[in-house]
């Protein structure tokens, strides 16, 4: 009965033996394929941006040696006439079985993998050892006929599909050496199994009248694919231990990038640091002002939807915001009572100076820090200063700390005003809301109102160290020229700190 191209039968045919080396070898040799498939693949998961190279050289080790491996098991039959093997049949077995682990391997990595891709793949690539298997046999040439047996030619087939399967699935799964090393015998055993199944289903027919089919000796054969496996876990050997060395000097300069960052990163804390004692040191009236610009900022951007990690950047740029007012004179920055216009001109300066200071150093923080510096009493309207920006041309990082600021500002008191109350503060944010505040902010701070007093509390007890100078303002003076008037009873409503 002849079935795709093979011949079955019921019938019997002489036992022969096979080479107890040769047999051994072959073992050896699949144990080590699959060894260093497995290798591959878990590079290629190391290295996710060379996945398909790495697929296709476990493709090539895998069905490479799958193939070796046949023809060492064919190589160690002991038959008493020769045996050569055609060819053209013996190089198409070698790249159906490459071929066909290919795809298998591309089935199961592509998109999601799961049980029933390593199903689907490990029946493609079980298709293909067999069919691989039986068209290597078909290439043999000897003066006779071949026949298999249903059950046992049925068996062998199962067993490269279960196979094929639990090689793929040991591939998709993360493995350590020596799981992989554990893992290699196994899928050798189930790989002999296959092939030496379908041996013991061979019916061979010898007839003497028959004329042997011209083909490559056995000897030849040997050399061939003893060259073919050798140059395969040679590549396979170089390319792991290279991609390893790489892998590891890559996972130095990232240890070394990772260090240098943090140190970085220390510094520019430092710096801050540093800078906002040196602010302390002119303007001491602030208390934990800069402490809570921060805090407020932060929040301010994740309540807004922001990025965390800008939050952070935030959060740590923040307390820089007026460091430009070492640049005020004394007279002017102490002065109790309210400031000339000369005076006013000269401490909006302040800005000025702040961005003078820290633009430049090429430092992340300390760019942001001049940004805010710059531009956190710019108005949404555009009659802020230094620049007169209106809307998103202000930087974001700027508006933020421009509704903070105010928020912290007056609910401070200071040398020359007494603290506003909550109702008070929130009714002049709301009236400023598209004139001096960007009106999507203010939406998001005064809808987490609750956490944001919440944080200003935090550190009220340090702010209000500071105990204002008697008689400095009589109830009702106009707030400070620099914030735009609001209809607030004058006889409730403290003038507008002079740094807001």
Known sequence: MMVLGLCFTDGSGPHFSQNPFLVALSFAVAALGSFAALDLAERGRCNQHATVPWQLFSSLTLGGSIWAMHFLGMLAVESPIPLTFAPSDTLASLAIAIAGTALGFRLVVRGHADWRRVLLGGGVVGAAVATMHYVGMAGLRFPGSISYTPGLWLLSVSIGIVAASAALALAIMPTSGLQRAAAAPVMAMAICGMHYTGMAATIVRYDPAAVAGRGVNTTLLAVAVGGIAAVLL????????????????????????????????????????????????????????????????????????????????????????????????????????????????????????????????????????????????????????????????????????????????????????????????????????????????????????????????????????????????????????AIPHVAIPLAIMPPVPQGA
């Open 234 to 481: 040679m590549l396979v050997t170089a390319s792991a231990a290279a991609d390893r060395k790489l892998a590891a000097a890559a996972e130095r300069e990232v240890t070394v990038l990772r260090r240098a960052n943090a140190l970085l990163e220390r510094t520019q804390h430092e710096i801050i640091r540093r800078l906002c004692a040196a602010g302390e040191c002119r303007d001491d009236d602030t208390g934990q002002h800069v402490t809570r610009i921060s805090a407020l900022a932060h929040r301010l951007v994740l309540a807004s939807g922001g990025d965390p990690g800008f939050a952070r950047q935030i959060l740590a740029a923040a307390p820089l915001h007026d460091i430009g007012k070492i640049g005020v004179p004394d007279a002017i920055l102490h002065k109790p009572g309210r400031l000339t216009e000369p005076e006013i001109t000269e401490m909006r300066r302040h800005a000025y100076f702040g961005a003078r200071i820290l633009a430049g150093s090429g430092l992340p923080l300390l760019e942001l820090a001049a940004e805010i510096a710059r531009s956190h009493h710019e108005n949404w309207d555009g009659s802020g200063y230094p620049a007169g920006l209106a809307g998103e041309r202000i930087p974001l990082a700027g508006r933020i700390v421009a509704i903070v600021d105010v928020f912290d500002a007056l609910l401070s008191p200071r040398v020359y005003k007494k603290a506003w109350s909550l109702s008070e503060v929130v009714a002049f944010l709301r009236a400023q809301s598209g004139r001096r505040f960007d009106p999507n902010l203010l939406a998001a701070f005064l809808s987490d109102l609750d956490t944001m007093v919440a944080i200003w509390r935090r550190h009220k007890d340090s702010a209000g160290q500071h105990t204002p100078a008697p008689a400095v303002r009589a109830p009702g003076i106009m707030p400070h020229p």
